[in-house]
């Protein structure tokens, strides 16, 4: 039976491990993460863990004992290379692993601010418990929160320190929040609840330095004004982490490409999770996502594959978020849709946003409308649309599909 190496212990990875024993796998499954402890869930570090009302421990997504159990090894190392030709992966301490199959589960990480001040005590990111870690210590000192980038990260954060009763400024360099991810009428519906709690919501708003001797003290906007700060949390995004693949010679394309089965051009080496760019039957052609669903489903048909079950990948894609008491769930891909319907009751906090593109449902955007989610989910993964003539007042999502 092949030995799994699989570089990453985060989400996907740790899923591709648990996945291969759960569907047999004999071989060697050695999982390779440079983060302290057991793989932990990153979406509690914005919410739940952030405002104190997750404990640490239930971070984890599987105790050390699973582990144990299953016959996973968890090695804590960095990886720095691959030879392909040896079959061999390169740690920094200079540990070698010998590999049958190389599965690459790297992950993203932040995207630095480019302006001066942007190393100061005081101005930091949200992607490692370390990050949440350190953030939570500043948080009970803080007096002036300012979030740079109003993305589902920034927000999550926003959010969860103004329930804290914390100062808060979101600075967008666009003119609405979460644009790249929702909907017009989701990104206002977002601002107003960011507004009601008392966050000054800026948009158009560029940075252009940040300000201080050791401690950050302000955050300096391109029109001059400067706005007084004493915790900076930087969200404006992602890179993925895709150096060790192109060191060896993979194709990478924002993302390490991959094919529909999670293969890159090596037979012997993979790529799943945030780090991987595949050809998405949702968008029709090229995706890198970054969400749970995501790396989960790739980690399972990579774990299929490997156990002699392969299928193409086709799970649907689907995100959540919770900030404040609003909760959104997002099925299916609605980046370029050309029609928005709003279905529900946004003044009652409780709607879902049906998007079409050239006449076909692409995406349900659903806030505290868990059953539309769902049902859209099971619409999606059945290929099934929806005419937006049926989007009366009274339509019922769930009794649609069953009828
Ligand atoms: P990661 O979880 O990033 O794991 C990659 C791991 O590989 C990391 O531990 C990294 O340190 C390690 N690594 C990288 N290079 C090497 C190397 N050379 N050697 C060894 N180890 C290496 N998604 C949702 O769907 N809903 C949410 O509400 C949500 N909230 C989020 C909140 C926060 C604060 C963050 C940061 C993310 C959130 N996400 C959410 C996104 C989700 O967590 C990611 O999409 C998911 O974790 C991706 O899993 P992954 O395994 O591909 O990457």
């Known amino acids: 039976m092949t030995d799994v190496v699989i570089v990453g212990a985060g989400q996907a990875g740790f899923q591709v491990a648990a996945s291969l024993r759960e569907k047999g796998h004999q071989g060697r499954v050695v999982l390779v993460g440079d983060e302290p402890g057991v793989p932990y869930q990153r979406p509690p570090l914005s919410k739940a863990y952030l405002s104190g009302a997750l404990p640490g421990e239930r971070l984890a997504l599987r105790p050390q004992a699973f582990y144990d159990k299953h016959g996973i090894e968890l090695v804590c190392g960095r990886a720095v290379g691959i030879d392909r030709d040896r079959r061999r992966v390169a740690l920094a301490d200079e540990r070698e692993l010998e590999y049958g199959h190389l599965v690459l589960a790297t992950g993203t990480r932040n995207r630095e601010l480019p302006v001066p001040g942007a190393k100061l005590d005081g101005v930091l990111g949200l992607r490692t418990r370390t990050d949440a870690d350190a953030l939570r210590e500043r948080i009970g000192g803080a007096r002036n929160v300012v979030v740079i980038g109003g993305g589902f990260i920034g927000l999550e954060f926003a959010a969860s320190?103004?329930?804290?009763?914390?100062?808060?400024?979101?600075?967008?360099?666009?003119?609405?929040?979460?644009?790249?991810?929702?909907?017009?009428?989701?990104?206002?519906?977002?601002?107003?609840?960011?507004?009601?709690?008392?966050?000054?919501?800026?948009?158009?708003?560029?940075?252009?330095?940040?300000?201080?001797?050791?401690?950050?003290?302000?955050?300096?906007?391109?029109?001059?004004?400067?706005?007084?700060?004493?915790?900076?949390?930087?969200?404006?995004?992602?890179?993925?982490?895709?150096?060790?693949?192109?060191?060896?010679?993979?194709?990478?394309?924002?993302?390490?490409?991959?094919?529909?089965?999670?293969?890159?051009?090596?037979?012997?080496?993979?790529?799943?999770?945030?780090?991987?760019?595949?050809?998405?039957?949702h968008a029709g052609g090229p995706l890198r996502l970054e969400s749970v669903q995501n790396a989960v489903d790739h980690a399972r048909c990579l774990a299929a594959r490997l156990t002699g079950a392969a299928e193409p990948y086709a799970s649907v894609p689907w995100f959540w978020s919770n900030q404040f008491d609003a909760r959104l769930q997002i099925a299916g891909l609605g980046t370029d849709h050309d029609e928005a319907v709003v279905h529900g009751d946004p003044e009652a906090g409780s709607f879902s946003v049906f998007c079409f593109r050239a006449g076909r449902l692409v995406c349900v955007e659903s806030v505290n409308r868990t059953p539309d989610h769902m049902a859209a989910r099971k619409l999606f993964t059945a290929g099934g649309s929806l005419n937006r003539d049926v989007l009366t007042p009274g339509f019922d999502f769930r009794q649609h599909l069953a009828a």
């Open 161 to 281: 320190v103004a329930e804290l009763g914390l100062s808060v400024t979101v600075l967008e360099a666009s003119d609405r929040l979460m644009r790249r991810a929702v909907s017009p009428a989701v990104s206002a519906h977002y601002r107003e609840l960011h507004e009601r709690r008392g966050t000054r919501v800026l948009f158009g708003a560029s940075v252009v330095a940040l300000h201080g001797d050791h401690e950050v003290t302000g955050v300096e906007l391109a029109d001059g004004s400067v706005l007084p700060a004493d915790l900076v949390v930087v969200g404006i995004g992602v890179v993925p982490n895709t150096e060790l693949a192109a060191d060896a010679g993979l194709a990478v394309d924002d993302g390490i490409v991959v094919d529909e089965q999670m293969s890159t051009s090596d037979p012997c080496v993979s790529a799943v999770g945030d780090c991987a760019v595949y050809p998405s039957r």
